[in-house]
């Protein structure tokens, strides 16, 4: 009934698009009534569609089209990527440094762990979306910063958060 790409695209932005209804409830509800508890929740469902809004287009920026080898898990903190050449698991208490690699075919997120090599998980990985909120909960991490990063197509490995013992160790150092 609906083309893949319209589907795929209101998929990328469903959780904005859920926002947007809320933001026009809450409105409805806050306006439109004749007062009361509903008017005042109507202002509450508000700000909670403006917060979904914002949140659903970070996490549409952070969607990749392009398909890469490999499935992205994350449970219980815990990432996991099996990829046909490579692969691991990664808990996001041990992470000491998320880097992009935009130079890498295709582009990969670089997780580093103590005793361990770098995880190498590429950006259009299935299930790869799941790292968006996973990375969110990073202490300190900075995701507009980490989108923009995404999208300036840099000729470099870019570090986008490191854990703050090592971002101390590295002040105590110079």
């Known amino acids: 009934m609906i083309r893949d790409e319209a589907r795929a695209a209101l998929n990328r932005w469903r959780d904005a698009l859920i926002g947007v209804g809320l933001i026009l409830l809450g409105l409805y509800w806050g306006f439109f009534t004749g007062g009361g508890l509903l008017h005042w929740i109507g202002y509450a469902v508000v700000l909670g569609g403006a917060v979904m809004v914002y949140t659903g287009i970070q996490r549409g920026?952070?969607?990749?089209?392009?398909?890469a080898p490999g499935v992205v898990q994350v449970v219980e903190r815990r990432i996991s990527y099996f990829g046909p050449l490579s692969g691991g698991i990664v808990?996001?208490?041990?992470?000491e440094a998320l880097s992009l690699d935009p130079t890498a075919r295709p582009p990969h997120w670089l997780l580093q762990a103590p005793g361990?090599?770098?995880?190498?998980?590429p950006l259009g990985a299935r299930g790869?979306?799941?790292?968006?909120?996973?990375?969110a909960t990073l202490p300190g991490i900075r995701t507009e910063?980490?989108?923009q990063q995404?999208?300036?197509g840099a000729r470099q490995p870019v570090v986008i958060w490191r854990a703050e013992h090592v971002r101390n160790a590295a002040r105590r150092l110079h």
Do not use: N, V
């Open 61 to 67: 920026r952070f969607h990749r089209e392009e398909t």
């Open 91 to 95: 808990d996001l208490e041990a992470l």
């Open 116 to 121: 361990q090599p770098a995880l190498a998980i």
């Open 128 to 135: 790869a979306d799941q790292l968006f909120d996973a990375f």
């Open 145 to 147: 910063r980490m989108l």
């Open 150 to 152: 995404m999208q300036a």
